[in-house]
């Protein structure tokens, strides 16, 4: 029965790439709940899974886990994941001052911040399959994630105010992945992928017009266009066959954003209203190069221990704030824009370790998982800019139940749980004295300073095909 639900599932991944953008899911909290119990540790894996699309490409050419029949040359893997933050409260903060707002009297108003962030609702799928036949052993394997609340989130945040940068919105968007491989040697595979991404390109014309009778008008148009960005994979399998390695290099992405504004306004009576014109530029989603490598050992037959250390290049972060570029304007006008400013921070290169250990109870598997992620940013903001991102302690734990025979597809599978938790350790921001343009008779938004941390909860369920 299986066999004519399996295409259906090959057209909704072949949909994915028009609208997907890259990959921070996989990264985050995994594909599947066995990625996020082991929390992410798979790159060093030695077999196929529905995941290794994502977890190492080279992976698709490898045998299958021993969950499966010899028979077995394919997977294929459904998950809803949801996982929700929570934030130390800021009250009573700077959130305008004449930098920033029409305060022309060097005042300033205070209030709190928003630190309720969306949470991630969302499902995957995803389909591995290699050739028995040929000697090296082709492998294809896809992914793709789609949120389930809403279908994507563009938000470029907040510049002035405080706000934990990879949390607007990082997870609320499509993602698909497609990865190919082959045997290099009998011990040795090589794969490869793409993340399928897109460029936003908006233009908009208006005519502001003031008094009675009269209209403004305003029109946009814009395009989407798919930009797809490589990483590479390489696995070897120890002649004991009791540990394997791996190394993945992705490449850095970024879904840019341009919008170009043609502007005439008439605001004083019958005055000429002049022209004038900007661009703007922002980074909506971006993902460091990377280098993962990974190494599983099985110790026994009922143990297995997982270590992988992430390299990210965050030192080349682009901030999602939109920023005005240098403006035109015709001779009559006497609007003057300040240039835009990116107040994101200094940010710098990251190790992440992460480890993970799968027992084998019968015929099930418990895993436990932990990972530490450091924050992209070199020093807390106590001068201009508020853009945080605090260190993660990752905790992870799940269940793997095996069933002989799926209900409906009449396929032996498995039913994947998973439980996470991350803490953010909490630190104190205090502001400098004086605005962002140095003034010491104002004070900086954020002032006189906050508190930032908290943690977040995870939870997912996965089935597991095997065909």
Known sequence: MFSRRFPLALAVLGFLPVVSAHAAIGDRFGFTSEEAALAGARAGAAEMASTSAFDNPAQLSLIPDAGATSASTARFHWSVLYAEPSFADIHNVVVENPVNSDYGDGTSRKAD????????FGQSLGFAVHSK?????WGLGAIAYLPLDRFALLDSGESFAPEYTLHRGRTQKPEFQLALSGLLAKRLSFGAGVNLGAKLTSDTTIFLNQGTGTASTMRIAASLKTQAVPYFGLTYLAPEETASYGLVV???GSSPETLNVQATARAVGTVTAPDFSFPALAT????PFTVSAGTRWRYSNTGALSFQLDYQAWSKFKSPAIVIQDQACDPNCSVDFEPGRDLSGRTRDILVPRVGHAWTIGTNELRVGYAYRPGIYKELPTDAGN???????????GYGLNVDSIPIFDAPGRLDFNLGYSLYPKQTVTKSAGDENGKSVN?????PGYEIGGYEWAAGVTLLLYL
């Open 113 to 120: 911040v928003d630190t309720n962030y969306p949470a991630t």
């Open 250 to 252: 992705r490449l850095a």
């Open 387 to 397: 853009a945080v991102d605090p260190d993660e302690h990752r905790f992870a734990a």
């Open 443 to 447: 004070q900086k938004v954020g002032a």
């Open 133 to 137: 036949k040929s000697e090296r052993r």
């Open 284 to 287: 909506m989603y971006y993902d």
